[in-house]
């Protein structure tokens, strides 16, 4: 069973998002998500200071089997990449909602955060898809 | 007839395991108005002894003329050795390595040959070879529009220089995709591509700038001010390079400040044989940086349970077999066996065997340009240097001069009017160590009757 | 097979070795090269002599599998005998010397060879036209796409750019339709392994340029509803393409034109025995229906009287260009010559029936060893899918697990987890060329890697045990990237 944290907001397509004490957002890939894709070998995260839109492409995460994209579940300006997966990708597969987070944004719309799903949303559709 | 070894009882207990009466029936699922009864239009079988008669046959009408023809395929020696080991049965019929275990021969040559064109390069990485030249450098325009991250444009600059029919399989080949390649002019003088013509690019967004070393005419490029031109620009260069020549020549890692970004060609003069054209392969080449957009198969060394070394097919996400619709390219092979001809040739030359080769063929064919300028109506079309091979112009067309030589057992070399009619009367000639002071003598001898069979035309 | 660690070629060089009989006497240097384009430092290249080459790269082709020593059933790539005619014919010393800019005056015996080819083709496809230009079957598919999308903007029909493709298709469909622009449309497959005609129904449009199919389709069955497939996709004004790779499932059987497709790209390499070369080169010629002759690629051969030649851009001013530097694989073109002169018409229709033959014959004896075909109800073409989900399930071993003590057994695994639709799948495809003892001796061990999956997993899980190397961490490979050798001194 795949971990799904409470306090967490998520999406559709396997992405984590936290509010921070500042009003910018974190984000990541969910425990199911790094799960199918087995051990990371690359990442690649979004430059600092990019605009992004809400759904857009903004990283690649790499593993033997697949190469996904991770798409940004809000509209925003990104303030930093996480630069520790450079040399250490397997930090999403050993701590997904920890230190193996992906990026952080400044979100263009405070209130964008509503319109995810929750955790407990979140953890019916990874059911669905018979984790 | 189709190597088939089943004999009557053979095929009797396997239909009755099966639970069928006869063979046809296990194709009745197929909808009976589709199942055709013979193939009419196919000749009947031939054994082995009929098709190898009628094979000599063909050949031997075919022949072997005197060839002085270049333009991006080289005949060179080839020794004994590469294809008598290439045709192996444990390489010629083994498949695309993706069961690591039993395919150690096929990875650790890939990877050897990945090794030894980065050394010939001069570049970081490499992957398992692709098509050919011209697919390479189409391969290389897409990467390098993917690449670029401080271009958002999809022009890429091609001196028309670049050989003929790798822009027009670019364009062939890329259309879908949206690049535009932009043909620049040469200078008409020196055959080569000065800055000055790319000034009116300046300010521009351009994702790419190809330079061909030496250009499809021969001659040599100044490639590190062109290379130092595009980087000031942040314009990726793609470099394509004849790899007999990068023994002698500056190699494309070494272009200006900081080397080519790309560099790729044509792998046929590594071993690999005219054949009409094929199958022939096609080398590709990049920095580090970019290795993950770099299309293709890849090899890469590990270890394996026991800690031991072995090789295996590696970044394969990148592939069309797990990206499908992202993938960097649909591309789904490599040349395997021109590539483990050409790694075979490259160790059996080595660095000194493979520079007299470079030397000896540059050697030839500044001999042949110098025996053929002899004859009236005939000089050389630019004054630049050149590497073993060379435009001539001629004092009527090319073409019935070609047919003259032709009669006599000559391939006088390639007839340029057709894709530069501002050359006038140009021929592009190539002479390699493969020819002989006796060989040039010949050309040299019939072309001064040809030239008149010419005019009389 | 040869086990012993294999170094590599660069640990046997020597400074001042190499094989000396193979480099041209040493010439004057070429001074006329100014120094500012010259190279200054050596080329990193292994200095060794003929012998040591010979015997390294002899000893590494002893570490492969291949036809030539074992038994191959993978799915999807047709391994079938390589004649060694083949090869010798298409190496003979006039044709390997040809240079590809040769006048067609010195070349009337190749391009014979060529354009029969091209005339054989059509005949076994049912295709009224046949371009020998692309060099591989994902060559081929690209071809083939860029035609449709051609012949729809020369209609003016500007609208039309989604491709469909039955989520089933290999990986190159859907990359194709993305390199020629288009995008690629996934509709599902039911559950007998036909295409869903409802689904297919709902996604065809105005937008349809065409669909990407193969029959039989890579679940090893054959697509029964094709004719009202044809019907739907051509009512709604799309095109059907098809992608030959299972073309030896019905090879003098059943023509692809007779379907109903527009255009299609056969695997030389498959079908027509040229060899796989471990990893290529293929040929992937492509062939058409009346409506896509003007947008063929170019060169192709023609006759005119008794005298052949190449058609270009100039006799084809809507070819979708040239794909090639040059003509295409002649080498491999030649090798598919000879291989069906030796067929003729006769050996055509054998190479179906036979390659149906063992299909069917493999698939029955393992189901009633125990294993689950993925399609039990339907025949096999020639290939068909086992599925180890229940091994998975209960005994946790995967279908991976028994690929690789295969080799333990002597035999390359079967295709894996390709189709990505069935769990844990096995895609078979013994070919005509094997005998029955060589099936027999291949289900025997099969079922007894079961018996060992039952009693002792673990030797399973951890196979192959006997080949040159256990299995590999690709892990590492792929994120501590050593793809090139460096000598002692840069580590």
Not at chain 1, 34 to 48: K, R, Y
Request: proline fraction near 6%; aromatic fraction near 8%.
């Amino acid at each position: 069973m795949s971990k799904v944290p409470s306090d967490l907001k998520y999406t559709k397509t396997h992405e984590w998002v936290k509010k921070l004490p500042d009003g910018s957002v974190e984000i990541g890939i969910t425990d199911h998500a790094q799960h199918a894709l087995g051990d990371l070998v690359f990442v690649e995260v979004p430059e600092t200071g990019r605009t992004v839109t809400a759904g857009e492409p903004v990283a690649v995460v790499e593993s033997v089997k697949a190469a996904s994209d991770v798409y940004s579940p809000i509209a925003g300006v990104i303030t930093a990449g996480n630069p520790d997966l450079a040399a250490a990708p397997e930090l999403i597969n050993s701590d997904p909602y920890g230190a193996g987070w992906l990026m952080r944004l400044t979100p263009a719309d405070a209130g964008s955060l509503t319109q995810l799903m929750d955790a407990a949303a979140y953890e019916t559709l990874v059911q669905a898809e018979g984790d | 007839m189709a190597f088939i070894p089943h004999t009557e009882q053979d095929v009797a207990e396997m239909l009755a395991a099966i639970g069928a009466k006869k063979i046809d029936d296990l194709f009745d699922e197929i909808p009976a108005s589709l199942r055709i009864k013979s193939l009419s239009g196919v000749p009947t079988a031939l054994n082995e002894m009929e098709i190898a008669r009628l094979m000599a046959e063909r050949a031997k009408q075919d022949g072997r003329p005197l060839c002085f023809i270049g333009a991006g395929a080289y005949e060179h020696h080839i020794p004994a050795a590469v294809w008598a080991v290439t045709t192996r049965g444990e390489f010629y019929s083994a498949y695309t390595p993706y069961q690591a275990e039993a395919s150690q021969g096929t990875l650790q040559t890939i990877y050897e040959y990945q090794t030894m064109i980065c050394g010939l390069t001069a570049m970081a990485v490499s992957n398992a070879s692709l098509y050919d030249g011209a697919s390479a450098f189409t391969e290389a325009s897409l990467m390098a529009v993917r690449a670029n991250r401080k271009s958002r444009s999809l022009r890429v600059l091609v001196p028309t220089s670049v050989h003929p029919n790798y822009r027009k399989a670019a364009v062939a080949a890329t259309g879908g995709q949206g690049l535009r390649f932009e043909e620049v002019p040469y200078n008409p003088d020196s055959g080569l591509l000065a800055v000055d013509a790319l000034a009116k690019y300046d300010g521009e967004d351009i994702a790419a700038l190809a330079i061909q070393q030496p250009n499809f005419f021969g001659a040599l490029e100044d490639v590190d001010a062109l290379t130092d031109w595009a980087r000031a620009r942040n314009i990726l260069v793609i470099a394509i390079v004849n790899p007999t020549s990068l023994a002698l020549l500056k190699p494309p890692g070494e272009w200006g400040t900081n080397g080519a970004d790309i560099a790729i060609g044509e792998g046929q003069p590594l071993g690999v044989p005219l054949s009409s054209g094929g199958p022939y392969f096609g080398f590709m080449t990049t920095r580090m940086e970019y290795v993950r957009q770099m299309p293709g198969r890849i090899v890469g060394r590990t270890v394996d349970l026991n800690g031991r070394e072995g090789f295996t097919l590696t970044l394969q996400a990148r592939e069309q077999h797990i990206r499908r619709a992202k993938a960097n390219s649909n591309i789904c092979t490599n040349q395997g066996l021109l590539m483990t001809a050409a790694t075979i040739y490259m160790a059996l030359m080595g660095p000194e065997g493979l520079e007299r080769v470079a030397s000896a063929s540059h050697a030839r064919t500044r001999d042949l340009v110098a025996a053929l300028s002899r004859t009236k109506g005939v000089r050389a079309a630019f004054d630049s240097h050149f590497f073993h091979e060379a435009v001539l112009i001629l004092d009527r067309p090319v073409a019935p001069v070609l047919k003259s030589l032709a009669s006599r057992n000559i391939l006088g070399g390639f007839d340029l009017s057709a894709d530069y009619p501002a050359l006038g009367n140009a021929l592009l000639v190539c002479a390699t160590e493969t020819k002989t002071d006796a060989d040039i003598e010949s050309y040299a001898a019939a072309l001064g009757d040809a030239m008149q069979a010419a005019l009389a035309a | 097979m040869q086990t012993r660690h294999e170094k590599l070629i660069f640990e046997y060089s020597r400074p001042g070795r190499g094989s000396t009989d193979q480099w041209p006497h040493a010439p004057a240097k070429a001074v006329d090269i100014p120094e500012a384009l010259r190279r200054k430092k050596k080329p990193l290249l292994p200095e060794v002599g003929e012998l040591e080459t010979v015997r390294h790269y002899t000893r590494l082709s002893q570490l492969n599998f291949s036809i030539d020593t074992h038994f191959y059933p993978l799915g999807s790539c047709t391994m079938k005998y390589n004649p060694k005619a083949c090869n010798s014919l298409a190496m003979l010393p006039e044709f390997l010397a040809r240079h590809p800019l040769a006048p067609e005056s010195h070349g009337q015996g190749f391009l014979a060879c060529m354009f029969e080819l091209q005339e054989m083709l059509k005949e076994v496809t049912g295709m009224r036209g046949v371009s020998l230009n692309p060099m591989a079957g994902a060559h081929g598919e690209f071809a083939g796409v860029a035609m449709i999308r051609a012949y729809h903007r020369a209609r003016g029909d500007l609208a039309r750019n989604e491709i469909i493709v039955p989520e089933a298709a290999h990986g190159t469909n859907p990359a194709t339709a993305t390199m020629c622009g288009c995008i690629a449309k996934e509709i599902p497959v039911n559950a007998d392994g036909d295409v869903d005609l409802e689904s297919l129904r709902a996604a065809v449009g105005p937008h349809t340029a065409g669909i990407m199919l193969t029959n039989p389709s890579t679940l090893g069955v054959f697509e029964r509803n094709i004719e009202e497939v044809a019907r739907i996709v051509h009512a709604a004004g799309g095109l059907l393409y098809y992608d030959g790779a299972n073309l030896n499932a019905i090879l003098g059987k059943v023509r692809p034109g007779d379907m109903g497709f527009d255009v299609i790209h056969m695997n030389l390499h498959k079908t027509f025995s040229t060899p796989h070369g471990g990893g290529g080169p293929g040929a992937g010629a492509v062939g058409v229906s009346p409506r896509l002759l003007p947008f063929m690629p170019i060169p192709i051969v023609g006759k005119e009287g008794d005298k052949y030649r190449w058609l270009s851009e100039n006799d084809l001013p809507q070819s979708i260009g040239r794909l090639s530097g040059f003509m295409g694989n002649a080498g491999v073109l030649l090798r598919a010559y000879v291989y069906m002169r030796m067929l003729g018409r006769e050996g055509m229709s054998q190479v179906g029936e036979f390659a149906t033959l063992n299909a069917n014959y493999l698939m029955k004896r393992l189901q009633a060893k125990g294993f689950d075909a993925a399609y039990p109800k339907r025949r096999a073409s020639h290939e068909f899918i086992l599925t180890m989900k229940r091994q998975a399930r209960e005994l946790e071993v995967t279908a991976m697990d028994f690929a690789k003590r295969l080799l333990d057994y002597g035999f390359h695994a079967p295709t894996t987890y390709f189709p990505l639709l069935v769990p844990e799948c096995l895609l078979i495809e013994p070919t005509e060329t094997e005998s029955k003892e060589t099936l027999d001796a291949f289900i025997d061990a099969m079922a007894r890697i079961q018996a060992e999956a039952e009693q002792e997993p673990e030797h399973v899980k951890g196979a192959p045990h006997t080949m040159p190397v256990r299995r590999l961490d690709d892990v590492r490979a792929a994120k501590q990237l050593d793809l090139t050798w460096k000598p002692i001194a840069q580590h």
